[in-house]
Nanobody, 122 residues
Framework: QLQLVESGGGLVQAGGSLRLSCAASGPTFSTYNVAWFRQAPGKEREFVAVISRSGDGRTHAESVKGRFTISRDNAKNTVYLQMNSLLPEDTAVYSC???????????????WGQGTQVTVSS
């Protein structure tokens, strides 16, 4: 059983930066692809980024490409989401998820964290 815990969210002004972390428990973390999703109030959950088991493969949503970067450190059982040039429309609860598939679809993922709130003020 894999457990995921997100951290690093908070309130930031537009144009600012945050780095989210997704820390995993369990010895098999490096065997999972890990993704970030976000959900704003009243909106559907949205794919943000995914990284492959080794970290060699990465895909970012068009809406965050060039501003956000996903990375991982398997020695620390942690995946990161570096968010730069934040916009008010980036405001959402950000959740990480782990699964066997490299997918942009949330239902592909078996394990989820509880989420961390990111609020970007204008």
């Amino acid at each position: 059983q894999l457990q995921l815990v997100e951290s690093g969210g908070g309130l930031v002004q537009a144009g600012g930066s945050l780095r989210l972390s997704c820390a995993a428990s369990g010895p098999t973390f490096s065997t999972y692809n890990v993704a970030w999703f976000r959900q704003a109030p009243g909106k559907e959950r949205e794919f943000v980024a995914v990284i492959s088991r080794s970290g060699d493969g990465r895909t970012h949503a068009e809406s965050v490409k060039g501003r956000f970067t996903i990375s991982r450190d398997n020695a620390k059982n942690t995946v990161y989401l570096q968010m730069n040039s934040l916009l008010p429309e980036d405001t959402a609860v950000y959740s990480c998820a782990a699964g066997q598939l490299y997918s942009l679809v949330s239902r592909s993922y078996e394990y989820w964290g509880q989420g961390t709130q990111v609020t970007v003020s204008s």
